[in-house]
């Protein structure tokens, strides 16, 4: 669908007539990351997923600055209008959670209730996101080294040798995944890390303290880095739970989806 400078590819999974679930994917991830969870999910709402910019089929027919958490906000309040959903549940992994947050805090009539798995506010200090700004620099580099499929998927095994991914490499269906990551552009990847990445988001620690939209923050066993910031998440805003999902890592949908779907459905069924 065009909205603005944006050629969205969507599935709309439903026909409108039951609450929807609007998933966001993270970095490098596409449309499919969430179909295990979906699969696992009952009949009960209807699904919206999609390629962010910089990922899948999804085209950006624009200067850069489109590529920015603001801007990609604002087109996708734009895409739930022209699909006529006024309002919906929300779900967001990693660099798609930062987001989501993003859209909790500045469109808050727009959202029943919203999980973030593995997500954060963004960088609190101006020295910390120049630091991250100059990390993704270097990392954005190394993609747009990636031109051949063999360097593409080299980057992909480094990255996923991070810490907060934990034994991701040990799951089954880990080589399938990577294939499904190299279908992206890695030109692409670039700008949507040096655009959208968390050094150059706006800081959204103060802005949290204001919410009040029941929000669920998920984070993995494993990932102690974001299990310090979700705690602190948690602290600050008084509508945030934290729930710690076992034996996984930062990519908690992935490594064992049905804790994620029974903590979505347990928290989505809850009255507020």
């Known amino acids: 669908m065009f909205i603005e400078k944006y050629h969205f ?16 994917h993270g970095f490098m991830g596409n449309i499919d990351e969430f179909d295990e969870a979906i699969k696992l999910l009952s009949d009960d709402f ?3 997923t999609l390629d962010l910019p910089g990922h899948g089929k999804t085209q950006v027919w624009g200067e850069d600055e489109y590529y920015t958490m603001a801007n990609t906000a604002h087109a996708l309040i734009n895409l739930l209008d022209e699909l006529k959903i006024p309002k919906c549940f929300l779900v967001g992994y990693s660099m798609g959670g930062r987001l989501a ?39 954005g580099s190394k993609l747009t080294r990636s ?50 990445g968390t050094g150059c988001q706006p800081s959204l620690w103060e802005k949290l303290k204001e919410n009040k939209i029941p929000m669920l923050l998920l984070a993995g066993e494993y990932d102690e880095k974001f299990i310090s910031i979700n705690t602190e998440m948690a602290k600050i805003c008084k509508f945030a ?4 999902i076992s034996n996984v890592g930062h990519n908690i949908h992935f490594e064992n989806p049905l804790p994620f779907v029974e903590n979505i459905k347990d928290f989505f069924y809850q009255a507020n």
Do not use: C
């Not at 959202?111 to 990392?139: C, H, M, N, W, Y």
């Not at 593409?152 to 934990?166: D, E, H, M, P, R």
């Not at 739970?241 to 710690?244: R, S, W």
């Open 9 to 24: 590819h969507y599935s709309l999974i439903g026909k409108l007539n039951k609450p929807l679930i609007l998933f966001l």
């Open 46 to 48: 209807d699904y919206l």
């Open 101 to 139: 947050l993003y859209l909790t805090l500045h469109f808050p009539e727009r959202f029943l209730k919203v999980v973030l798995e593995s997500a954060s506010p963004g960088l609190p200090t101006e020295v910390e996101r120049l630091e991250r700004i100059k990390l993704d620099t270097q990392i």
């Open 147 to 196: 031109v051949e499929k063999s360097d593409f998927a080299a980057f992909l095994s480094n990255w996923y040798n991070q810490t907060i991914f934990g034994y991701i490499k040990n799951h089954p269906e880990y080589d399938p995944m990577v294939e499904s990551r190299l279908q992206n552009n890695p030109l692409e990847l670039d700008k949507s890390l040096r655009f959208m």
């Open 241 to 244: 739970q934290i729930k710690i």
